[in-house]
């Protein structure tokens, strides 16, 4: 993606290999904040605080943190609990375990002292991989936006939730991919950008990096799209994921669901950009079976946004010690999803043809009862209080 004309990636190793480069997207879109994470300590901060969110950025993340431990301890045991460590950092988005397990299928049969170097150099190829499948998502959604914008006169008005975009991967975005790859090839286009409380990624996130390629979008509260839909403001919803199960159930930020049956409704298409290290296969009722993350209350009861003086700051929304739940994921099952696209095509949300996919991810620990955990912690949260959002794990020695 191009900031201020300017072609960068969201994340970058450092030439040494003794770092990684990440955006600071809490700061956004106020501040462009690079912050260097010297160890996997700082990526796991990193990762769990949200200064990187996004499901396949969470994934390149989490590689390049496991390759900075390498630096350090590579013997058997360090591998092992650096890996279990990194996988917890956030427990919804399945590409977290999905590039863990890939660094540890080339790192556990090699030598200690082969580890480092590769390490790094398998970090590297998932942060490649991410550009090419976003590249093939967009060329293959770039079709469904000309289908429509052939159909009608005036651009196609596309809604999306929250931020699926170039901050939340290594480039390109998986639900922007198509909207990029369209207003390259000259399709008039409209994005309809979901403000997405609690965090705001939408306002905050998603109409920052469009404004920066030029693509027209209009930000909207989380409750306008039912009623643009209803008023034929709206042609297509495309979103991203954060997992997916085999039978097609779409598990992604909280309010999507809301999005999928306003859309149902209005018989406009939803349409789900989905990389395939975001298939789960080992899970197949969406609903029951994958872990949703309860965040901290904070983040409902209060707001940060710029002050008239330029001052950016944080305010309180609700009356003091008011209770608040934020559950930050929700599943849309996929008899409400049009499709999905990924980088091997448009792909229907059904079992069969998610199997036929055939690259999922591996089979891994689901977290069932972690979650009910996670929901009992977060409720607790009051206004003016700050409560952990997910079980911390021990890091790894050093
Ligand atoms: O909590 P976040 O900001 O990490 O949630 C992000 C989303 O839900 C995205 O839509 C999803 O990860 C897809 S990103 C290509």
Not at 102 to 111: D, G, I, K, S
Not at 194 to 203: I, K, M, S, V
Not at 382 to 389: C, I, K, L
Request: net charge neutral; with cysteine.
């Amino acid at each position: 993606m191009k900031v201020d004309g300017r072609a960068m990636r969201t994340l970058w190793p450092a030439p040494a290999r003794d770092a990684l480069f990440v955006i600071d997207q809490r700061a956004l879109p106020h501040r462009l904040q690079v912050e260097r994470l010297g160890d996997i300590a700082a990526v796991h901060r990193a990762i769990a605080d949200m200064w990187v969110r996004g499901a396949p950025l969470i994934g390149a993340t989490a590689a390049y943190g496991l390759a900075l431990q390498m630096n350090r301890a590579c013997d058997d045991t360090a591998l092992e609990q650096a890996a279990a460590w990194l996988q917890q950092a956030r427990p919804t988005a399945v590409n977290l375990a999905w590039a863990v397990q890939r660094l540890l299928a080339v790192l556990r049969p090699l030598a200690p002292a082969a580890r480092r170097d590769a390490a790094w150099t398998e970090a590297d190829a998932i942060a490649e991989h991410d550009v090419q499948v976003n590249t093939a998502i967009g060329r293959h959604g770039l079709a469904l936006l000309q289908a429509v914008a052939a159909r009608k006169a005036g651009p196609v008005n596309v809604l999306t939730h929250c931020n699926a975009g170039w901050l939340a991967t290594v480039d390109r975005g998986t639900a922007t991919a198509p909207i990029y790859a369209a207003h390259a090839a000259g399709v008039p286009l409209h994005v309809w950008v979901d403000e997405t409380r609690p965090r705001n990624q939408g306002a905050s996130l998603t109409a920052w990096e469009l404004a920066h390629e030029g693509v027209p979008h209009t930000v909207i509260a989380d409750n306008a799209g039912g009623h643009l839909m209803q008023h034929g403001e709206v042609d297509l919803v495309i979103v991203g994921c954060d997992r997916v199960s085999a039978r097609g159930d779409v598990c992604n930020k909280i309010g999507t669901y809301l999005k999928a049956l306003a859309a149902h409704d209005n018989a406009l298409p939803f349409y789900v950009a989905m990389p395939t290290s975001t298939l789960d296969l080992s899970l197949h009722d969406g609903l029951a079976q994958i872990p949703i993350e309860y965040r901290s209350a904070r983040e409902v009861t209060h707001l940060s946004g710029r002050a008239a003086d330029g001052t950016v700051v944080e305010v309180q929304l609700v009356p003091d010690g008011t209770a608040a739940a934020n559950p930050a994921f929700d599943v849309t099952p996929a008899r409400l999803v049009t499709g999905l696209i990924t980088e091997h095509g448009l792909v229907a949300a059904d079992e069969a043809a998610l199997r036929r996919l055939g690259d999922g991810p591996p089979r891994h620990e689901r977290t069932r009862s972690a979650c009910r955990l996670d929901r009992g912690a977060a409720t607790a949260g009051r206004a003016g209080t700050e409560s952990r959002q997910h079980r911390q794990p021990q890091p790894p020695a050093r």
